[in-house]
């Protein structure tokens, strides 16, 4: 069994037509497992839905409560891009003994041409195989929370050398 949780975040953001505004209504985790044929056994709890700019360490240790007491070992957390390093960063001090990995969407789902299909079943797929630890998982690569951060000039994470 894996176990997801939402935080919210670019993933499950809406469009609202007659402002232009974005905002969150419900999670779009359903929909995406199923239409990408998701076979896999999981459970989808949300934590939160709150663009993660706006988180704090009460948040995190929201977050960070919820792995500790789910009793799989396995966790997929949807969180948004630009704190994604610092709540990876600040679940990887708890230690654990999970396996967590961390993944969002540059671009809403909703609009269609969205990164998040690719990055929730490629998060899904390391999910399964790596050692416990915390990581983050974009763009089919799979960064540890001790070199990685989201470049802002690429709109892409990347190792720190």
Known sequence: MI???V??????KEYN??????????THLPEMLEKGRSRLE?????????????????DRQLI????????ADRILITHGTDTMVQTAQYLAAQNLAKTIVLTGAMIPYKFGSSDGMFNLGSALAFLQILEPGVYISMNGKIFATNNVRKNLEKGEFETIN
């Open 3 to 5: 176990q997801i949780f």
């Open 42 to 58: 999981v459970s989808i709890d949300t934590l939160l839905m709150k663009d993660s700019l706006e988180f704090d360490d009460t």
């Open 7 to 12: 935080t919210g975040g670019t993933f499950d």
């Open 64 to 71: 960070s409560s919820a792995c500790s007491s789910a009793s």
């Open 17 to 26: 037509e007659l402002n232009g505004s974005l905002f969150f209504k419900d």
